[in-house]
């Protein structure tokens, strides 16, 4: 049997709860598809400072790298909020992703029949629409130098970020988005502001060079203000997003609010080496940690994400969504996505429930 | 009688078409409150670039100069989109924007009980949304420095902008919003992205410390992608936006679509000397350009902000969006507004019933 060594982030609030779902999950489809998984549990973010001083202890760093694999579930809290910069949960998750050469960021947003109510959007605009945002995540505004809180000449202050990307940076994701769109309708919407931003303009002219490689490709090009509304307007119109890191974080959260139910959006965080990250899309939710109220399905999806993804596991990644989709139509549903007529469950009884129907 | 000079930007598409009407409006209205205007037109956009060879000719910023308000419809067309950018239609407006100082961009996004239906979301998330988006406009990554394409020593070549604010940057809209919210509810939400970057961090900071001038504003904090995810999940919740101009220009076109007729909302750019410039939200609809099919009616709604913010006329303006609520109530509707028992009318009859009504 093939073993798999996967790091297990828990992060904060909601984190470890629904982690512990994901796990047993996993365990039971690996006795099913014949394959072994050797967990390794590390801290990161707020957790992380509480007991080592730094959000993304390098013992963390290590592990991951060491794995075949990352499961991520989420990271931050009030508590960490007015630390400075170096010692916030979000900069443990910035440097994870620096530090694993995680460029690309896979964000499906996609809207189950089972759960369409959920949507603030009205059924007609929203049914059927299935959005996967490829999100650049290791460079642009956030990771561009200089940066910094800095003095002027007249003796105030002022706060810099840099904006930029190479050729090379913008190249490889451009390629991450054209084969996810030749993977699915073959319709890929690049996403800049090259109407202001010389670093939009380079963005353009790359993906639309690259556009020859793939000519079975159909290429758009839409600026970020009109993308925000076009999501609202008609989110129909599109498949695969290929944006930059601050656009994609935008677009990506909007597109994911679409669909009403962000409790059941997983990601996964792809490098050169293969090896990724897999997460919800939601945070830590600490206002119900500890409660077994959250909803553990996104945790799970990001589980399929990393058998499909970073395994190469299609057939058992198949399993995992098969058995989320059932509990759904059995009528199981956590707090967020409660309707009339369903049966509320809290998380462990969600992860009994996806246990059985696996 | 008082005279008020007023500088019209007609630009391109449909702008020449619904500035038309705007001005018979204002004429009408004139007459009413016995104000008196004297009319300058001036080039902008692909219009001056046909004509003159550059987007934002001197004798245009002059014109605009020397009068007390400014009239603009819409700029851009496909014909000058692969232009070098300092050809461009937009470099045109940014110009327009830094040569008058326009520091502070008033967008509303309110829900008219009239055209609610046009809007994608259901009826209950939407009913009574009534948002107004500050947006910085001359400064952050649009105007920052260094910015361009360069070549690293590596030889490619590197798309830089700078998302940069100084305090006064920061202290002179922060203001404006905290003012905005006093007006309205008093509830101000300030949008950043201070977990990532430098320059958030400075604008968060700076906002908190004014809030100390406004106790009686009541100050929130929000994440700019969770921001884009509220505008879809619980648009109610919003008063007053201040924000960054990046992040202005994607919120404030999302939450625009929030209402579903984007036709029909004006903005407002003011700067530090009482000048200002007012236009719709929407953009130049080269498509439906010159067949008499555009709504004018956010361009006479951006002439009673005209008014109300620009001339200290509010009689006037309140005249103006009266008349506007009326001819909706007697349904009369153009093209991008039109639903089921409604009167369909053309951009020119608009104009007729509004006259009427006024
Ligand atoms: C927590 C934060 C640093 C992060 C980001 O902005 O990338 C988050 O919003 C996300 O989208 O994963
Ligand atoms: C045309 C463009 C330069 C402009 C902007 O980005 O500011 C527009 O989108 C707007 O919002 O007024």
Request: charged share 20%; aromatic share 6%.
């Amino acid at each position: 049997t093939q073993t798999y060594r996967i790091t297990l982030l828990p992060g904060d609030g909601i984190g470890p709860e629904i982690m512990a779902v994901a796990v047993e999950v996993l365990e039971v489809v690996a006795k099913q598809e014949g394959l072994n998984f050797e967990f390794t549990t590390a801290l990161i973010g707020g957790a992380a400072i509480e007991a080592t001083g730094e959000p993304l202890p390098a013992e963390t760093l290590d592990a991951c790298r060491q794995s075949d694999g990352v499961l991520l579930a989420a990271i931050g809290g009030y508590q960490w909020d007015n630390l400075p910069r170096h010692l916030r949960p979000e900069t443990g998750l910035l440097g994870l992703r620096a530090g694993l050469g995680l460029f690309a960021n896979l964000r499906p947003a996609a809207i189950l029949p089972q759960l369409i109510d959920a949507s603030t959007l009205k059924r007609e605009v929203v049914e059927g629409v299935d959005i996967m945002v490829v999100r650049e995540l290791t460079g642009g505004v956030y990771f561009g130098e200089p940066k910094g809180i800095f003095t002027t000449e007249t003796g105030e202050k002022r706060g810099v970020n840099t904006m930029a990307y190479t050729e090379s940076e913008i190249d490889r994701i451009a390629k991450v988005g054209f084969e996810t769109a030749q993977k699915r309708t073959k319709k890929l919407c690049s996403v800049d502001k090259a109407n202001v931003l010389e670093v939009s303009q380079l963005w353009r002219d790359r993906v639309t060079a690259m556009a020859n490689d793939y000519p079975d490709v159909e290429l758009t090009h839409m600026y970020v203000d009109n993308a925000a509304m076009q999501l609202v307007r008609a989110p129909k119109q599109f498949d695969t997003i290929v944006t930059s890191n601050l656009f994609g974080d935008i677009l990506s959260d909007a597109a994911a609010m679409l669909t009403g139910s962000i409790g059941m959006l997983p990601s996964a965080s792809l490098g050169a080496t293969g090896l990724g990250v897999f997460e919800p899309v939601h945070g830590s939710a600490p206002d119900i940690a500890g409660q077994d109220k959250a909803n553990p399905l996104a945790q799970v999806l990001s589980t399929a994400m990393l058998l499909r993804y970073g395994l190469h596991q299609p057939h058992a990644a198949d399993r995992i969504e098969s058995a989320v989709l059932k509990v759904l139509d059995l009528g199981y549903r956590t707090g967020d996505i409660m309707s009339a007529d369903m049966t509320a469950v809290g998380c462990r009884e969600m992860g009994r429930v996806l246990i059985e129907a696996l």
